[in-house]
């Protein structure tokens, strides 16, 4: 069997993950957007063009810390999994593709427990927590962008989740870019909860809805354990260093 | 200082609640705590005061429920001397006596339709016009307002304003029922037992392994208001010593039964495992009027051994 990485490093995955996973934690992040638009000035939020700018800012803040984290986590997968070349990557291929089947049977209310993987995260936010805080109230597009920042690494288990696929890409550059695509994905409906709020919070409750994501979760972790059973995988990463080995 | 220590627990769903109410408590933001009763509603309302910039102002909890529905519009925006009958006084209301300060409004739900649109108007712009006046008053109030039902089959209902709920629903702290928190059983029941203790000088009991089986597997109805008065029943009639299934009080009966089930133990004179195994199913269709699927999960069988044994005994399967 060829050995093909095309799939789990694959850009538009994430973004897919992102944007359907998204819908599912409303409550927790658009209860943050929604606190943070209503504590801006209400000469910021008479405005729209200065209510967009805030909330982008404080989404680009959010990227930026998800791109951080994917570097970081390629730096260290190319540390741990280049030794063992081939073998290695295929490890981590697979513990990724547990982590994104485990959460899409938690986002399908099968497997509560996987929150537990917030716990990972909460010695660091318990760190950053307080810069966060001192933020608020925002009066400044840089203090929005700051805030995001601190937001980007609240402990959340569907950015962990992206963070085992990112793990996957092939080199801490790859690895950022693909934090990038997955929050992307999760803009419209973070961004959209301040104009949509009603739909979308509705849509999030419903059970056949969250299940469906979470088999589409679980399709796209089969996917990524068995990259020879996508039927859309082009090879675009030939020259990834495992392949050389 | 963590000013949300007072709420105990260690559960993913209530860590992630923490965390969006301590970036709440920052701004001014209305809040809406939602929660079955028992669940810690106002002790969150007051973390959330401590935590916010109002922490020295006034902090007045008010349930809606508990006030008759003439009085209300009267206490909460205040009234002119001889607006209406007994009116003898002018007085300012809590929204004004409260100002700069957090007020708490417990079960919202029960807040009648008038005056829910007089508190969207105070939530929009801060104003509000006492009984008997014509002027507008205006105050700074943070209000953070809780409801033990669903708001929005109220509002499908027609007894509650969808405008107010879009209001209040910006920043939703959903507190979750004990029962979905088992795990944090052993931190609360420790908690109280300690404070218990100190409070009454009398030595800790503790639980033993069966009774906190028993206390894990139950569905807590008056969640944690339920199991604090439970602690503090055992802590002073059981002070130092041990508390056995045998010691919990009535309402843990049922799930003592079914622990018990567990360990089925055969009678000295023997079963008809036959007869028993066709009178279960018998008993699980007529309890689910027929329902396979429902009667398989009851008697801890897939669809199809049930089927199967369905026809083994004789029953019709149409």
Redesign the interface.
């Given at each position: 069997m060829p050995f093909d990485p095309a799939f789990t490093s694959s850009y538009i995955v994430a973004f897919a993950m992102g944007l359907a996973s998204s819908l599912h934690c409303i409550g927790m992040c658009g209860s943050i957007i929604g606190t943070l638009t209503l504590s801006l000035s209400p000469n910021v939020r008479g405005s729209n063009y200065l209510l967009s700018a805030f909330v982008l800012n404080y989404n680009l803040g959010r990227l930026t810390s998800y791109m951080l984290a994917g570097g970081f986590v390629g730096i260290i997968q190319s540390i741990t999994v280049m030794p063992f070349g081939e073998h290695g990557y295929r490890m981590i291929q697979i513990l990724s593709a547990i982590i994104m089947a485990s959460s899409g049977f938690y986002i399908a209310g099968w497997f509560s427990r996987f929150a537990y993987i917030e716990k990972v995260g909460l010695i660091l936010w318990k760190k950053l927590e307080p810069y966060g805080r001192r933020l608020i109230p925002v009066s400044n597009r840089l203090q929005a962008y700051l805030f995001g920042v601190v937001w980007g690494w609240l402990p959340c288990g569907l950015v962990y989740t992206a963070l085992a696929l990112a793990a996957t890409a092939g080199s801490a550059e790859k690895s950022a870019f693909t934090m990038l695509a997955f929050g992307l994905g999760t803009l419209p409906a973070v961004m959209g909860v301040g104009i949509m709020n009603g739909v979308l919070t509705r849509l999030s409750r419903m059970k056949q809805f969250k299940k469906a994501i979470g088999i589409f979760m679980i399709t796209l972790a089969l996917m990524a354990a068995m990259p020879w059973l996508n039927p859309m995988v082009i090879n675009t990463h030939t020259n990834m260093h495992v392949t050389n080995h | 200082m963590d000013y949300f220590s007072s709420i105990i627990g260690k559960s993913?769903?209530l860590?992630?609640m923490i965390?969006?109410a301590?970036?709440?408590a920052?701004?001014?933001?209305a809040i809406l705590i939602k929660g079955e009763t028992g669940t810690g509603k106002e002790v969150l309302a007051r973390a959330i005061q401590k935590a916010s910039r109002r922490a020295n102002k006034s902090f007045l909890s008010l349930n809606c429920a508990a006030l008759p529905e003439g009085l209300i519009e009267s206490e909460l925006f205040g009234h002119k001397k001889g607006a209406f009958t007994g009116a003898n006084n002018n007085s300012p209301g809590i929204f004004k006596a409260v100002d700069g300060g957090t007020i708490f409004l417990d079960e919202i739900n029960s807040l009648p339709l008038a005056i829910q649109g007089k508190l969207l108007r105070f939530l929009d712009s801060g104003e509000f016009i006492p009984i008997g006046e014509t002027i507008a008053h205006k105050t700074n109030v943070r209000v953070i307002a809780a409801t033990n039902t669903d708001l929005n089959r109220l509002i499908i209902e027609g007894k509650f304003r969808q405008d107010l709920f879009?209001r209040l629903?910006?920043?939703?702290?959903?507190l979750p029922a004990l029962k979905k928190r088992s795990e944090d059983i052993d931190l609360l029941i420790n908690y109280f037992f300690k404070y218990f203790a100190e409070l009454h000088s009398i030595p800790t009991p503790s639980f033993s392994k069966a009774a906190l089986k028993v206390l894990k597997n139950y569905s807590w109805p008056g969640n944690i208001r339920e199991l604090r008065n439970l602690c503090e029943r055992l802590s002073i009639l059981l002070a130092g010593k041990t508390i056995e299934v045998e010691n919990l009080p009535y309402e843990f009966e049922q799930v003592r039964e079914i622990n018990k089930s567990e360990n089925f133990i055969l009678p000295e004179c023997g079963v008809k495992l036959d007869q028993l195994e066709a009178d279960l199913i018998y008993q699980a269709l007529d309890r689910t009027k027929g329902n396979r699927s429902k009667s398989a999960r009851l008697l801890g069988l897939t669809r199809d051994t049930l089927l199967y044994r369905m026809q083994k005994y004789g029953f019709g399967l149409n």
């Open positions: - | 993913p769903e860590e992630s965390r969006s301590k970036i709440a920052c701004t001014d933001v879009f629903n910006v920043v939703p702290l959903e």
